[in-house]
């Protein structure tokens, strides 16, 4: 698949499901600004896929402008196990480049599932995206957006309840057609 179609399903997924379902209170405002800046690394090597990720939080330092980024990894991390160790290191590389504090890394993959969960339970949508993906927020904006929100601790077992209610039938649906998607946003 091609760059502009990875991040149009993407985007597709984001709109429907984070924003569709709110599972990101704080998703929509950035989306509809387009201040979320999406990166493809079509590469197997771990080494480049890392170097990938430096990059970004050097694009981030530099450009005000771009709220957030998404960074898609549609080869070489299909496992979830091998998608962890990656962002394990990634997260160690974080604190490293000296941006603890500075940048966070959020987590989705399509095959996501929360510890003490079973693989189908419908909870595990909330971070199940059509490729691997690693969202690298501010730190200063999501203390902002946080201390604006009521209750932000309740997001995550908000989500989850919303999740349960829905099923995972339409989540299924979502990714999808997420990757059969190529229109433009």
């Not at 971070?127 to 604006?148: C, D, F, G, Q």
Request: glycine share 4%.
């Amino acid at each position: 698949m091609i760059e502009h179609q990875l991040i149009n399903s993407v985007k597709y997924w984001i709109e429907k499901t984070i924003i569709g379902y709110n599972f990101c209170p704080f998703a929509k405002k950035e989306f509809e600004a387009r201040r979320i800046h999406y990166e493809v690394v079509n590469d197997y090597n771990l080494e480049e896929q890392l170097h990938a990720i430096v990059n970004e939080f050097k694009r981030l330092d530099a450009n005000s402008e771009i709220e957030t980024i998404i960074l898609i990894l549609p080869v070489g991390l299909e496992s979830f196990f091998d998608y962890l160790n990656f962002l394990d290191i990634a997260n160690e590389l974080l604190v490293e480049q000296g941006y603890d504090g500075v940048y966070q890394l959020a987590s989705f993959h399509p095959d996501y599932c929360f510890e003490g969960t079973r693989q189908d339970d419908a909870e595990n949508f909330t971070n199940r995206s059509p490729y691997p993906l690693v969202h690298i927020l501010r730190e200063s904006t999501v203390e902002k957006a946080i201390a604006k929100y009521p209750d932000p601790e309740k997001i995550p077992e908000r989500n989850i309840a919303v999740a349960r209610q829905a099923t995972k039938v339409p989540f299924l649906k979502i990714l999808q057609e997420s990757k059969d998607y190529s229109g433009n946003h």
